[in-house]
């Protein structure tokens, strides 16, 4: 579970989701690209509660979004009556997507802002926004220059919200994504320069499913070729770390194909397939 840090006092907390609520009931019409994670969660929860039915959470039906991911999105917009439907988007018919470089993000959200402005034009949303929060404006997110190049707002940003603001926030409001482990899509388990597939990601999505089932909750399954790299979150390496779970790495993984099983002994770390970029240039 992630440890709730404590950086502003429940007053400020408070403050920053006013100037939340009121910058959305600024907007009028709203759509909100709604993934199910634990940001994009909130805002659509904060854009319903601001806008009411003038709110519509979007998810994208893309092979990228995990299965699961998807259930979780639609439960969570019925348990608090969130408009929300579906857009398919077209990715992987993009070369620029599927080449996997360094700026795929970036191929990615373009194609699902240019889908969702159209929806907006179609049916008369005024504005369009996305999860984006403080911490992320540090991060190398080639998404957040198509968000701008689109127009697309980031509220959680502008209203001055961090990770842990907006995972106590959530869990102030009784929102059951507040503690749920960070995520990406599926594509950004392939390293860059290889390109990406429907197959490769539904791969990983499939050994990602299977480590869940043995009772791990913070991991990502990297792709590389023949070869396999589990990340597991360093809190659950002891339990990754036996002969017997070993084995059962080892039978999920050459089922799917795969010739070597590795576990990476640094653990779990969000991005770690930017390790290779220079962020500097």
């Known amino acids: 579970m992630p440890a709730l840090v404590e950086l502003t006092s429940p007053a400020h907390l408070r403050a920053k989701e006013a100037r939340l609520l009121a910058a959305l009931r600024g907007m009028g019409r709203i ?93 008369g949303f005024a504005h369009i926004v996305y999860g984006v929060n403080v911490d992320d404006l540090a991060d190398y997110r080639p998404g957040q220059t198509a968000a701008a190049q689109h127009g697309v707002s980031a509220p959680l940003a502008d209203a001055g ?60 399954v990297r792709y590389h070729g023949d070869v396999v790299r589990v990340e597991i979150a360093r809190e659950e390496m002891a339990k990754a770390l036996t002969i017997e779970m070993a084995a059962r790495f080892t039978e999920i993984f050459k089922s799917l194909g795969f010739r070597y099983v590795t576990l990476d002994l640094e653990g779990y770390r969000q991005g770690s397939l930017n390790e290779v970029l220079d962020l500097k240039k």
């Open 31 to 123: 759509l909100v690209a709604f993934s199910g994670g634990t940001d994009s969660a909130y805002l659509a929860w904060a854009a319903h509660r601001a806008a009411g039915t003038g709110a519509l959470a979007i998810t994208a039906d893309s092979a990228s979004i995990p299965a699961s991911h998807k259930r979780d999105a639609e439960a969570f917009a019925a348990q608090f009556g969130i408009a929300h439907e579906y857009i398919e988007t077209l990715e992987f018919s993009n070369p620029d997507y599927t080449a996997n470089n360094p700026d795929r993000c970036f191929h990615c959200k373009d194609e699902l802002f240019t889908r969702l402005k159209q929806v907006g034009r179609e049916r």
């Open 161 to 220: 919200l961090t990770k842990a603001d907006i995972r106590e926030l959530s869990r102030l409001a009784g929102l059951p994504t507040w503690d749920r482990p960070a995520s990406a899509c599926l594509s950004s388990r392939i390293p860059y320069g290889t390109p990406v597939t429907i197959e490769t990601v539904k791969t990983v999505e499939t050994g990602e499913e299977r480590i869940k089932t043995l009772g791990f909750r913070q991991f990502r």
